[in-house]
């Protein structure tokens, strides 16, 4: 269509109008109409007052000029980004004249990805006035920031102003190396927003020449006033300002902003100041002719560092909620297995609840001497010895290694439960909680966790909640509870600044280099001491003393095995600390099946025992902060990483331990970091990262993560969850009824979509899978098993699709190793209801022979007699129906064949049902002498009953 707007505007001649070509939907319903802006995209006009609304997503990748604005070390959107958003806004509403407009939070870009920006417009008030407010968010799941919001209007008209003269007579101002200046007070404007070129001051006023850069210049005509030439204007006002490098100048609120001629690439700007931090603007063109003004601008000083950029990542928490524990199990017989003191008190706290369970030492002598079946729940109870920590969490972990190895060894256990008991405060038990966490993620419904206090006698509630599907569970106040994810938006104060010297374990490693930069540039630290075990001969170390001692910080760094207390403590003789920063640590990733003692010790040593050295070490040192970096394995239980899970939630139960002490401590649970951006030495394949997506993680880039470390050093809680979530896997998760309880909070799962096909590979599931291949013939039920596994391969190994699949190359050919190998075969248990081992995949080696394995589990007897005979009754139903038009004919014949199928299936059973002296042959013989009317109604009245079932397709139609 064509719409009259403003059209190019021939120099020094008055406004011109032209017809426009412009796109609109058409569709039935109001719908969004592209926009023509830079910034924006959609315009959605809103039913309810007569608003509307302007979308847009920012980023680096599509608006690259963007991320020349940088303040303070990050890309910041301009105030006059706003501005121009404002003026975008008023003249879709037909207003002429942002009346005012406040910034409410500063905007910074993101290093990658793109921010979703709306710009709301509210119906008109008797004046003609309007709201306008600017809200923005990383992603769908992220809340909306409000960032701006205020007026628009319409103005009378003006008197025309031009300026007489050009440059103004009065004194130069002196611009040499401006942009440089301006650097060093945290102003890093690129070459996109260095378009101030003189100035002078004349007259009271300050005066500037302004033109847009050549890599922007040629968007000049789809702004109403370019962001980056109106903030150009400002420039010369930051740089007289006389502010010092600790504040920053930023615009806060503007008042009568007016346009009336779009697309300037150049202006003749007319400064006027107003006190107490405010300004006024006469903006010309080239001709001397006013284009624009704006009667206010208030300019507020920001502290340098509090104006960072806020990600929009936050820490999470664990909460406790209470859980109704509505199950009902189908077991109810338990047992007890070990042989310590707190095995006795479990048994004495069931005794006194009126339950009387069977004990036995070990799960041998409970699999051979349960009577019948083993029981449907059993506690394991599991407590280290307080006074001998952290090596007696060693031996309580080897303990419960051997009981999960055991559990999943022995068939007579699975279909029964393993509940891990531990006691409130237990440092040691925290680790056995990592450990399980591992245990359940790569044997869902094998294992369960409860921390009881002593004297519980709810012990009948535990069983519910674990039948109801709660895998974890803690008693306070004999309330049972269950964790959950949330979000902390609000974590205190930053802190300002951290005094004496501070500790980085494995301090020249990737995330402990990192966090040393920080320390120095974001706290002022100006000692460090830097600890890893091959100190200053580790890759890197001297590059990043070199950095730090640049920024004016003095650096040590020591070669010290961190879990040698004695070596831990010669490093730390005659040093004066001021705050410890935990990050070390080692990989040494395995199924719990492939556990040993010794690959738990290896893990445990640098991370859990280290952490408690340091808590004992530092006892007398005035530390401000004790941070452990931990990791979110030990929160949900990353599958293969059950050693590493151990250890890092040995670090958070010695976070609360310590507080409970009074003294500083937080333990950091680190989700997944953007390895390529944070430069550490691991690096993930693709398939890691798509394993990690479907399990709900993204990745961290670096600011997020030091924004979150930020965060965790006012934290008011001793554990937080610091990660990124994947929200298209968490959904998936969720729909798929695969989604922890402990995320539960996160999203709601979407209702299941209606079957439409039985050769979907994921039409069914579960029991249902089973039923529906009994209906297929066998040639069916192959192929769409074999496209049910062939689906799921591509996706735990990030193939493009079930095609890119070779069904007869070997799994381990395809890219299978243990850890997907596991993952497949929760798939296909969830998929199918079978209890399929953790080997399927070596045992049936390519995709065709692991479906023959599904099919003979699933469907290779065929349907029962009964099943095979309601199927034909059905068949041969909707036959008669459909023949009811075509004569009687047909009628007859299907009627003949049902006779003569019964007469047949009568006499080959009549010798064995008088031999049994049933008799029962009336029924039949009723049906065969029935009347083609009386057979019809026992068809519709689904009154056929009989267990003797057949195909229909073996009769012989001829009879």
């Not at 990050?74 to 008023?90: S, V, Y």
């Not at 928490?317 to 008190?345: I, N, Q, S």
């Not at 399927?840 to 080696?845: A, G, L, N, S, W």
């Not at 068949?875 to 008669?880: D, G, K, N």
Request: glycine share 10%; with cysteine; hydrophobic share 45%.
């Amino acid at each position: 269509t064509t719409v009259l707007g403003p059209g190019p505007r021939p120099t020094g001649q008055p406004p011109t109008y032209a017809f426009q070509r412009e796109r609109y939907w058409l569709d039935p319903v109001a719908a969004p109409a592209p926009s023509p802006h830079p910034l924006l995209d959609r315009v959605v006009p809103l039913a309810a007052d007569d608003g509307f609304l302007l979308t847009g997503r920012l980023s680096a990748a599509t608006t690259p000029w963007l991320a020349d604005h940088a303040v303070d070390g990050a890309a910041l959107l301009p105030g006059t980004a706003f501005a121009e958003l404002a003026l975008e806004a008023a003249a879709h509403a037909g207003c002429d004249l942002v009346e005012e407009l406040t910034l409410d939070a500063p905007l910074f870009l993101p290093e990658s990805g793109s921010v979703q920006v709306q710009v709301a417009v509210g119906g008109p008030d008797d004046q003609g006035r309007r709201t306008v407010g600017v809200h923005a968010r990383r992603s769908d799941d992220d809340p909306w920031t409000a960032h701006a919001g205020g007026l628009l209007g319409t103005a009378p008209a003006a008197a025309p102003e031009r300026l007489t003269s050009w440059p103004p007579e009065g004194t130069a101002v002196d611009l040499t190396d401006v942009y440089g200046r301006l650097a060093v007070r945290g102003y890093d404007y690129g070459p996109a927003f260095q378009g101030l070129r003189t100035a002078w001051h004349a007259d009271g006023h300050a005066y500037a020449e302004i033109a847009l850069p050549d890599r922007v210049r040629e968007d000049a005509g789809r702004f109403t006033l370019h962001p980056a030439l109106l903030d150009a204007a400002l420039h010369l006002v930051v740089h007289e300002s006389g502010h010092d490098g600790d504040t920053l100048l930023l615009p806060f609120s503007w008042s009568g902003i007016r346009v009336t001629a779009r697309g300037a690439d150049t202006l003749r700007v007319r400064i006027t100041e107003k006190g107490g931090g405010r300004i006024a603007l006469a903006l010309f063109d080239g001709t001397g002719e006013r284009i624009a003004g704006v009667e206010t601008l208030a300019l507020r000083e920001t502290p340098r560092n509090v104006a960072r950029p806020s990600t929009g990542t936050v820490p999470y928490a664990l909460e406790w909620v209470e859980t109704a524990a509505t199950g009902d199990p189908e077991d109810r017989r338990w047992a007890v297995v070990g042989f310590d003191a707190l095995t006795d008190e479990i048994e004495a706290d069931l005794t006194a609840a009126g339950t009387s369970v069977p004990r036995y030492y070990d799960l041998f002598s409970l699999a051979d001497m349960s009577a019948g079946e083993v029981p449907g729940l059993v506690l394991a109870p599991c407590r280290a010895d307080a006074d001998d920590l952290p090596y007696s969490a060693h031996d309580g972990l080897r303990q419960v290694l051997d009981l999960v190895q055991g559990w999943l060894g022995d068939e007579r256990f699975a279909s029964s439960r393993l509940v891990f008991v531990t006691r409130p405060g237990d440092v040691a038990g925290a680790a056995v909680w990592g450990l399980v966490r591992s245990a359940q993620t790569e044997h869902p419904g094998r294992f369960a966790l409860a921390e009881v206090p002593e004297g519980f006698r709810g012990w009948d509630r535990v069983a519910a909640a674990v039948a109801a599907g709660e895998t974890q569970l803690a008693v306070t106040d004999d309330t049972l509870l269950t964790p959950r994810l949330a979000r902390r938006a609000s974590v205190g104060e930053p802190v300002a600044v951290i005094e004496g010297t501070v500790l980085v374990t494995g301090g020249t490693g990737g995330l402990g280099a990192l966090v040393a930069r920080h320390l120095v540039v974001r706290y002022g630290v100006r000692d460090l001491l830097l600890v890893s075990r091959r100190g200053a001969r580790a890759p890197g170390a001297g590059e990043l003393v070199a950095e730090l001692e640049g920024l004016g910080a003095r650096v040590v760094v020591a070669a010290c095995d961190v879990s040698d207390r004695d070596a831990l403590a010669a490093v730390l003789a005659g040093v004066r600390l001021g705050a410890v920063i935990h990050t070390a640590g080692v990989l040494d990733d395995a199924l719990v099946e492939n556990l040993t003692p010794e690959r738990l010790a290896g893990v445990l040593a640098p991370k859990a025992e280290a952490a408690w050295h340091l808590h004992e070490l530092t006892q007398g040192h005035p530390l401000t902060a004790f941070v452990l970096f931990s990791s979110l394995a030990g929160v949900l239980g990353n599958a293969g990483q059950g050693n590493y899970a151990a250890a890092n939630a040995f670090l958070d139960a010695l976070a609360a331990h310590r507080r409970e002490q009074g003294l500083p401590g937080v333990s950091v649970a680190w989700g997944l970091w953007d390895t390529a951006a944070s430069g550490m030495a691991g690096e993930l394949g693709a398939v890691e990262v798509a394993r990690l997506a479907r399990a709900g993680i993204a990745a961290l880039g670096v600011g997020q993560g030091l924004e979150l470390f930020d965060a965790a050093l006012v934290a008011a809680e001793p554990v937080i969850v610091a990660a990124r979530w994947d929200a298209a896997g968490l959904r998936a998760r969720a729909e798929n009824g695969d989604l922890p309880p402990i995320l539960r909070g996160f999203v709601r799962a979407a209702p299941r979509r209606a079957v439409v096909s039985p050769t979907t590979p994921a039409a069914a599931s579960g029991p249902e899978l089973g039923e529906r291949l009994a209906l297929m013939s066998e040639a069916d039920a192959r192929t769409h098993l074999t496209q049910l596994v062939r689906a799921h391969v591509a996706t735990v190994l990030a193939y493009p699709g079930p095609r890119s699949v070779d069904v007869d190359r070997a799994f381990n050919e395809l890219g299978f190793d243990s850890l997907t190998a596991v993952e497949l075969r929760n798939r296909l248990n969830a998929d199918t209801g079978l209890s399929l081992p953790a080997t399927v995949v070596f045992d049936h080696p390519t995709v065709t022979t692991l479906a023959q394995h599904l099919f003979t589990a699933l469907a290779s007897d065929g349907p029962s007699p009964e099943d095979a005979l309601r199927t034909a009754v059905d068949q041969a139903e909707a036959a008669l129906l459909a023949a009811n038009g075509a004569g009687d004919a047909v009628r007859g014949q299907l009627i003949a064949i049902l006779q003569s199928a019964l007469s047949r299936i009568g006499n080959a059973g009549a010798a064995t049902a008088v031999a049994s002296g049933n008799g029962a042959n009336g029924a039949e013989e009723e049906i065969v002498s029935a009347s083609d009317e009386e057979i019809f109604a026992l068809i519709d009245n689904r009154a056929m009953t009989s267990p003797l079932r057949t195909s229909m397709e073996g009769l012989d139609h001829g009879e």
